[in-house]
């Protein structure tokens, strides 16, 4: 059974435009999600997170909004550029733990 | 500051045979986790180490799985004997607190 959904597999943007990013969970114990962006053969870099006590964070072009009624959370690049083009994972961890369950990502590509 | 590093980036063997992956995490971060990830999948966690103790291994295949943290600092993870369903990218992360994992680059096993 899969917690952490990342239900579209990929994405075009045109440069300059918006890119949202979505993720849907299950689990109502997780307290604490990140967003994890990965180039090819290099491992998963943390971009960015968000507690659950707060509803959106943002640091500089990225932007991660979370709707716990909803167990929703999405990622906003503005404006999106050639260089984010990667797979973007969520990742979201159980509350009191270090245990984390990823999505299973989300290729992003960005035309220039 | 050095990141995770892993060795070997790249492993080629024949199903039935011994293969053994190196993770030295960043200095001071005291977690230390293992992940599988298969192609197309988000990574999964098959064990999570605080300090030289394994604290969730419940998703480690220990019939051909198994991993030591050896003082606390630098991981081996060995699968013995491997299998083709065991082709796919392990990462090592570690984690100061909790809240954010730094990733390695990975070892990319292929069983023939």
């Known amino acids: 059974d899969q917690q952490v959904k990342q239900n579209s597999p990929s994405l075009s943007v045109q440069e300059g435009r918006i890119s949202i990013l979505n993720c849907d969970y299950t689990n109502s114990m997780f307290d604490y999600f990140l967003w994890y962006k990965k180039y090819p053969a290099e491992g998963p870099t943390f971009l960015i997170s968000?507690?659950?006590?707060?509803d959106k964070n943002e640091d500089g072009r990225f932007t991660v909004f979370l709707n716990k009624s909803a167990k929703h959370l999405s990622l906003h690049i503005v404006p999106s550029q050639p260089g984010d083009s990667a797979v973007y994972f969520c990742a979201a961890r159980f509350g009191g733990t270090y245990k984390y369950i990823f999505g299973t990502g989300t290729r992003l590509k960005v035309l220039a | 500051e050095a990141g995770v590093v892993q060795s070997p980036r790249y492993k080629i063997i024949e199903k039935k045979q011994p293969v053994a992956f190196w993770c030295n995490p960043i200095?001071?971060?005291?977690?230390l986790y293992w992940y599988r990830q298969n192609l197309g999948q988000g990574p999964e966690l098959l064990i999570r180490y605080e300090n030289e103790e394994a604290v969730d291994d419940s998703q480690l295949p220990k019939d051909r799985f198994s991993a030591e943290r050896l003082k606390g600092v630098d991981s081996t993870l060995k699968i013995q004997p491997a299998e083709l369903g065991d082709s796919a990218v392990y990462l090592c992360?570690?984690?100061?607190?909790?809240?954010?994992?730094?990733f390695g680059p990975g070892t990319r096993l292929t069983v023939l």
């Open positions: 200095s001071g971060h005291n977690t």
């Open positions: 992360a570690s984690s100061l607190d909790g809240r954010t994992e730094f």
């Open positions: 968000i507690s659950s006590i707060k």
